[in-house]
């Protein structure tokens, strides 16, 4: 007997590391110790008109028990009868006629960097919502835009107090400010404007002065503008060029009590958008030390209503630990908890969408200007990602312009030549606009698609005038990428737009945008309501590698729920996005949306 289980665990244990040479997982060996099973002391029921579970064996149900923030069992009140029988529960029965969804996943959203940017004075140019009181209207044009930064800078009683401003979007005020152009707010205050894309920031010349006395240092950098006279002309253009302010001006702009703020709104309009688990995709932008400590405290914090799955930017992390960058992230896996998850790696190929930064192919720019692409080519790239390829680490790239997303696709390809791969789940991130040719590669080549609604159902009628009108309909491609097989989800990329999964959903499905009235954008992509659904539930967990936890509702998982006053699914889809969030559940633990309404510190 005990030569035979000790040949059963020999395979257990080969088994294991098969799996973790043809899967290249680095959690292979959850095979080898399955988790301890523990006696529900309390239990508690919740009875809804309906639960949608997101599980295709047993999709609808009518009521869910929970003990000690897990699922127990799902089914109707007589089905959870082996367990209700032999425990002490407590029927809920306060959302008897609403709906239960699981609780709603955005797989790429910044809730410090948004918090930051969406706190700061706003000059966005579509209405921006708060969590707390009412939406900033927006301003329409460039002249107001440079009045309403004039009002905030007249209401600053400290002349010499940075003022930082959010929003700008270049492709509605068909501008990109310089140093002279924010020298019309002021000539005396350091002026910061973040543009709508988070990747662009632009400076006055007190604020070039007092930051940048030395403009040498960081002339070569790419993105950072210059004038023909070699001066500085206030513009640090994409993903290389903006984190220098951070670098030098980030102590000024963004003191402890502004960042716990910033936490506390990404928390709040999430929660009221029914979301129970979001992400940090660029994780160490501002200082690992510090972020890891802010991290900790905010989901340990029962202020606080998200679970977090921190995915560190490869950048800071090579800058700081050089070749030992795979193994501090590896290590930093290790501080993971129920609330808090460090997995993967993240990466930025080619710029921003918002801005037409990002690199895009013939025909190009309708007005002949070129994007921003970080690697020379897709080989140096693919050089640049083998480390964490080999190690196992799932791969996220911010990838948006169609020459952009080839250059992925091939760099993805070199890996694969290079060490296969099956259950790598590569996710191009955003993947503003792809040809279909780049869809049918990422399937042979078993990527994700993580992708951003807005582009069309915000931007679409502003970037006609940039791209034309096909390629400014297309983006968001779900129904090719599903015909084709691969797995999609949704996401807010907050600040980029604000989280909604609700509104994410009904724009697949309607193909329509937000202020383009009854026009459609590429109505041959549109989906249907319930696999709209799965993107902001189960699929978008399994692109974050969490579907054994969040995503559906089922035994063992987490007990994570969205409370919704109709089913999307079942209301006219062009009501999709109107239907009400009532509250979230957060293992087990209700939160209405009411409790969200103040801002309170955490």
Avoid: C
Wanted: hydrophobic share 40%.
């Amino acid at each position: 007997m005990k030569a035979k289980t000790l040949n059963i665990l020999s395979k257990r244990i080969l088994f294991a590391s098969l799996a973790a040479a043809l899967l290249g997982s680095a959690n292979a060996t959850e095979f080898l110790d399955p988790p301890a099973v523990a006696t529900p002391k309390n239990i508690t029921v919740y009875v809804a008109k309906k639960v949608v579970t997101m599980d295709p064996s047993n999709p609808v149900a009518t009521a869910v028990a929970v003990s000690d923030g897990k699922i127990l069992s799902v089914g109707s009140l007589d089905d959870l009868k082996p367990w209700t029988d032999k425990y002490p529960t407590q029927i809920n029965r306060q959302f008897a006629d609403k709906v239960i969804y699981p609780g709603f996943v955005d797989p790429h959203e910044h809730p410090l960097l948004g918090g930051l940017t969406s706190t700061s004075y706003p000059i966005t140019y579509f209405p921006l919502p708060s969590p707390w009181g009412k939406p900033f209207p927006g301003v329409k044009d460039l002249s107001a835009a440079i009045a309403k930064l004039r009002e905030y800078s007249a209401g600053i009683s400290n002349p010499n107090e940075p003022l930082l401003a959010w929003g700008y979007d270049i492709v509605a005020m068909k501008k990109i400010p310089n140093r002279q152009l924010l020298d019309e707010v002021s000539t005396t205050r350091p002026v910061f404007v973040w543009d709508s894309s988070e990747h662009n920031i632009f400076l006055n010349s007190a604020a070039l002065k007092k930051y940048f006395p030395n403009p040498d240092e960081v002339k070569k950098v790419i993105g950072v503008g210059v004038d023909p006279d070699g001066s500085l002309n206030g513009q640090f253009l994409g993903a290389s060029a903006s984190p220098l302010i951070i670098k030098y001006a980030g102590k000024d702009l963004f003191s402890l009590e502004k960042v716990a703020k910033a936490l506390m709104y990404s928390n709040d309009i999430a929660q009221q958008a029914g979301i129970t688990t979001t992400s940090e995709l660029t994780f160490g932008m501002f200082d690992i030390e510090a972020e890891k400590k802010l991290m900790q405290k905010f989901t340990s914090s029962d202020l606080t209503s998200l679970r977090i799955e921190a995915i560190p930017y490869s950048v800071p992390f090579v800058d700081k630990y050089g070749d030992q960058a795979v193994a501090q992230v590896q290590e930093l896996q290790k501080l993971s908890t129920d609330r808090l998850f460090y997995k993967g790696i993240k990466f930025i190929n080619d710029d921003a969408f918002l801005a037409n930064t990002m690199k895009v192919n013939n025909p190009g720019y309708i007005d002949g200007h070129q994007g921003i692409m970080f690697y020379p080519t897709y080989q140096d790239f693919a050089k640049t990602l083998k480390p964490w390829w080999d190690a196992g680490f799932q791969i996220h790239v911010h990838s948006n312009g169609n020459e952009g997303n080839v250059e992925v696709a091939n760099a993805l390809q070199v890996l694969q030549d290079q060490k296969p791969r099956f259950d790598h789940r590569f996710t191009f991130e955003h993947l503003g606009m792809p040809s279909t040719s780049v869809v049918r590669k990422m399937k042979v080549l078993g990527a994700i698609a993580s992708v951003n609604p807005s582009y069309f159902y915000d931007r679409a009628g502003l970037q006609v005038e940039t791209v034309g009108s096909d390629r400014a309909s297309y983006p968001t491609r779900v129904g090719q990428l599903l015909r084709e097989g691969v797995p999609v989800t949704l996401h807010s990329d907050t600040p980029v737009t604000p989280p909604s999964p609700l509104t994410q959903a009904w724009s697949v499905v309607t193909r329509q945008g937000l202020y383009t009235g009854n026009k459609k954008w590429a109505p041959a992509e549109a989906i249907t309501p319930e696999q709209a659904m799965k993107m902001v539930t189960i699929d978008a967990a399994y692109a974050l590698g969490l579907e054994s936890k969040v995503g559906s509702i089922e035994p063992g998982k987490f007990a994570d729920f969205t409370v919704l006053a109709a089913d999307p699914v079942t209301v006219p889809k062009e009501k999709i996005k109107d239907v009400p969030v009532i509250g979230t559940v957060l293992g087990g633990r209700y939160i209405p949306v009411s409790e969200t309404k103040q801002p309170r510190p955490f």
